[in-house]
């Protein structure tokens, strides 16, 4: 007996067992319930990394080689699909020549190139694992790259920071099983990636984090800015569980590795 499509029952299992294996896997977290901490709220403790490239570019790239010739194809920057929603960053006209100009000379004025504090939301998807640990009044973000940290202060609406610092200021709060985080007080010299994506001193971030599955932390960041861009927009990524054995954040202090390239001239200029 042959079905409509002409075909037997077992080529038509096969060829339905194909297409369901080739169709986007179903989004998580539809029937998924986050475990919770002693107080009630979503359990996100967890060492966390998002991968792809966005640390690279956060818009959709093309692969290119990288800035040092030498390294050949291990240095060459890979392609990417982005992490903004609608593709482009909604930059305003001048603001655009300046992301430009940065692109053109970023090796010099990328700041983590010199080991500075890479600034939210850039942390989250820079190549190195970040670690989330929860009490009901803080949640501490501890981030491998450069030993950058920052506390969330929950349930504080009111409280505000004296000055700017390179991680910012944030306070979050529970938004069913979503933690929101508004991200204030940004230092302007932090960049998105290293494309040359930019901000001023007006950025807000407001972050969300939502399990998604045991293993899945589904990160989102609104992005606004006056005096950069023409509206707010957004990126969105998922960020993975470190689930290797005695998996730990391990030490980057990257200062030491730069002191050459940033005082080299000095300490030749003083020997002579």
Request: a negative charge; hydrophobic letters at 40%; proline letters at 8%.
């Amino acid at each position: 007996m042959r079905n409509l499509l002409g075909m037997n029952p077992l080529a038509t299992s096969a060829l339905l067992g194909l297409l369901l294996a080739l169709l986007p896997f179903a989004a998580p977290g539809q029937d998924f319930r986050a475990p919770l901490t002693p107080d009630g709220s979503p359990n996100l403790n967890g060492i966390w990394q998002a991968l792809g490239t966005a640390h690279w570019n956060i818009e959709g790239h093309s692969a290119e080689s990288g800035p040092v010739v030498e390294m050949g194809a291990v240095g060459a920057i890979p392609g990417g699909l982005g992490i903004v929603e609608g593709g482009e960053i909604p930059y305003q006209p001048r603001a655009r020549e300046q992301k430009t100009a940065n692109r053109k000379d970023w090796l010099k004025l990328d700041p983590v190139v010199k080991c500075y504090m890479p600034g939210v939301p850039r942390a989250t998807y820079m190549p190195f694992p970040l670690q989330i640990v929860q009490t009901p009044e803080h949640i501490l973000i501890a981030y491998e790259f450069a030993s950058a940290s920052r506390v969330i202060y929950m349930n504080r609406p009111d409280f505000e920071h004296p000055g700017d610092a390179w991680m910012g200021h944030s306070r979050g709060r529970w938004e069913g099983e979503t933690l929101v985080v508004d991200v204030t007080n940004h230092v302007p010299d932090t960049w998105f990636d290293s494309a040359g994506n930019f901000h001023s001193e007006s950025l807000k971030v407001v972050e969300r984090y939502t399990l998604t599955g045991p293993n899945h932390l589904l990160y989102e960041a609104t992005i606004e800015d006056e005096n950069v861009f023409t509206r707010p927009w957004k990126i969105k990524m998922p960020l993975y569980r470190r689930m290797e054995e005695n998996v730990q954040l391990l030490e980057f202090k990257c200062v030491e590795f730069v002191e050459e390239m940033m005082y080299g001239h000095l300490r030749k200029k003083e020997s002579e």
